[in-house]
């Protein structure tokens, strides 16, 4: 919508540093990826990858605005990777304080805050609080495939997922949903 | 960054790089021309208090149609789902429920991949190009938007 001005008037964004932390009582080392817009999935995946395979624990991906969809593919890409991974995902408004600078030389500055929304998505080798608010258990997914084939199995009774079944679930025939975001669209030769 | 140099771009110069398409591009390399043609994603269960998020209904029509669901229509939850580049309004519309319940909301997200089938047919049906299905994977979430049970 604004995205006319910022191009004229040159813009700064800046993130306030008080959002606080969505996952409290999380160890110190854990690797924080912040996907911005602009980030290559290969390039956060090649390092997040090698430092999970690392012996690393857990990870955490935070994007906001329009870099959600791919923190999102992000986490998607490990979960399939990594395998037997606890996830637990938060949503939050982010405060961003842009500065707006005017472009005819003038030395006129505006602040605004603006509230975008922002994913965070906690990736963990142990085990997590199973009723936390978004929480999902290990090959959520995949079991959810199955599970919906016939029987509404106990699974989802035992770990009381919060969010109850999931929609896309009663597809019979999806199993292979769970192959490969990464699946290349090259063209035939 | 902002000035497109590629004038081959130039078309496109404010698209978001996650949805520049690599299908169209793949398209465009092809030998034989194809039509792509996307297929719907696949049906989805619909319960009474499950919504669908898309980008061509009016953001605030579907904020209402939550609103309502929470309010008039009695549930104590709904599920709120975003496929691709819905997503954001999903959580946008999650987010909005919650702050406008002063804090009586909860909210639950969880991620999901979807495949999607894309059908490539051929726009000269005298060359040799086969029709032929390619699919690729898109992210999706699931926002359960309740009211907390009293503990």
């Known amino acids: 919508m604004n995205k006319p001005i910022q191009m004229e008037n040159g813009i ?11 996952f409290p009582g999380l160890a110190s080392g854990v690797l924080e990826m912040r996907v911005k817009e602009g980030s290559k999935i290969r390039n956060l995946m090649g390092f997040a990858m090698a430092r999970i395979g690392g012996g690393l624990r857990q990870v955490v991906f935070t994007g906001s605005g329009r870099a959600v969809t ?20 938060k949503l939050q ?25 922002s994913i ?14 978004g929480y999902q258990p290990p090959e959520t997914l995949c079991a959810l495939w199955e599970e919906k084939e016939g ?26 949903v769970c192959l490969g975001e990464g699946v290349s669209v090259l063209p035939p030769q | 960054m902002t000035e497109p140099r ?34 719907l994603p696949r049906k989805l269960p619909k319960r009474r208090n499950d919504v669908y998020v898309n980008m061509k209904t009016d953001f605030r029509a579907q904020l209402a ?33 919650q702050a406008s319940s002063q804090g009586a909301l909860q909210l639950a997200a969880n991620t999901s991949t979807v495949e999607l089938v894309d059908d490539l047919e051929p726009e000269d049906p005298d060359e040799a190009g086969e ?21």
């Open chain 1, 12 to 22: 700064t964004p800046g993130t306030c540093p008080d959002s606080p932390c969505p």
């Open chain 1, 70 to 89: 791919k923190t999102i593919t992000c986490a998607e890409i490990m979960k399939r990777k990594v395998g037997s991974l606890h996830q637990l995902t």
């Open chain 1, 93 to 117: 408004y982010k405060v961003v304080k842009e500065v707006w600078e005017s472009t005819e030389g003038g030395t006129s500055e505006m602040t605004v805050h603006r509230t975008v929304p």
């Open chain 1, 120 to 133: 965070s998505i906690l990736l963990s080798k142990d085990p997590l609080d199973p009723q936390e608010p």
């Open chain 1, 151 to 176: 029987v509404e199995s106990a699974s989802q009774t035992a770990c009381k997922r919060p969010l109850g079944p999931l929609p896309y679930s009663s597809f019979t025939h999806c199993k292979r």
């Open chain 2, 6 to 39: 590629n004038p081959g771009m130039s078309s496109v110069p404010q698209t978001a790089p996650v949805h520049t398409d690599s299908t169209s591009q793949a398209v465009e390399m092809d030998p034989v021309e194809y039509t792509l043609r996307k297929r």
């Open chain 2, 65 to 97: 149609r939550c609103q309502k669901l929470l309010e008039g229509g009695g549930h104590r939850e709904i599920c709120v789902h975003g496929l691709g580049l819905a997503i954001n309004r999903a959580i946008n519309i999650a987010l909005q429920l």
């Open chain 2, 131 to 151: 029709p032929m299905t390619r699919t690729r994977n898109n992210s999706a979430i699931h926002i359960k938007v309740f009211y907390p049970d009293p503990q």
